[in-house]
């Protein structure tokens, strides 16, 4: 079983709708959870951080986490072409960060 | 500031040479990383210094090097690379340690020949 697992995608939205892309963990004592958004070509940008059960609002982005079920989500408002990049949900494991294998996300016009 | 450097941007090496890649940080951060990111893949964890010590050697190559002259540099010495080895470098930081949060240079482009 993978630590963190991720849909690859992609995922399509229109313009100004709602990206939900979801991400679960093995590892029952982690307590970290990270939502990286990488273009192509560059490297990890760290876009939302959440440490506690329930909702982190930042400007269009909510991660929701729910360690019973060892899931994290990130919600992505208005979405935008701009936001179209791969996004990568990491995890801190035992002594290191772990990532999934990422969601791409197309956001067209 | 969340700012880490790295250079340089592109490296093209054949595999007799040496060559280091460098990282810096000003945010007094006391945990820097390098990971090696294939394309299409997440990046992969080589190495963790802690506080200007090796913490963590996730069994790479010898043919990789890591330095950390100070608490705000970072090298990665190459030498001997195979094809195999070309991949994004990347350099990341963070303020305590392996639990928080990180902080990505922009990379290393490297092409092994």
């Known amino acids: 079983q993978k630590e963190v697992e991720q849909n690859s995608g992609p995922l399509s939205v229109p313009e100004g709708a709602i990206a939900s892309l979801n991400c679960t963990y093995s590892?029952?004592?982690?307590?970290?959870f990270f939502w990286y958004r990488q273009y192509s070509g560059k490297s990890p940008e760290l876009i939302m951080s959440?440490?506690?059960?329930g909702d982190k609002e930042d400007g269009r982005f909510t991660a929701q986490l729910n360690k019973a079920s060892q899931y994290v989500s990130l919600l992505i408002r208005d979405s935008q072409p701009s936001d179209s990049a791969t996004y990568l949900c990491?995890?801190?494991?035992?002594?290191?960060?772990?990532f999934g294998t990422g969601t791409r996300l197309q956001v067209f016009p | 500031d969340t700012e880490v450097t790295q250079t340089p941007k592109h490296l093209v090496m054949g595999m007799t040479n040496k060559k280091s890649l460098k990282c810096e940080q000003h945010?007094?951060?006391?945990?820097m990383y390098w990971y090696k990111q294939k394309a299409k893949k997440p990046p992969e964890l080589m190495f963790v210094?802690?506080?200007?010590?090796?913490?963590i050697n996730e069994s790479v190559p010898s043919r990789f090097s890591p330095e950390c002259p100070n608490s705000s540099l970072l090298n990665l010495h190459l030498h001997a690379l195979q094809p195999e080895d070309s991949a994004l470098y990347l350099c990341?930081?963070?303020?305590?340690?392996?639990?928080?949060?990180?902080?990505f240079g922009p990379g290393t482009r490297l092409t092994v020949t």
């Open positions: 590892d029952r004592v982690s307590q970290s």
């Open positions: 210094y802690s506080y200007e010590k090796l913490s």
């Open positions: 945010m007094g951060h006391r945990a």
């Open positions: 959440i440490y506690s059960n």
């Open positions: 990491a995890v801190i494991g035992t002594d290191k960060l772990i």
């Open positions: 990341a930081s963070s303020p305590d340690s392996v639990f928080g949060e990180q902080y």
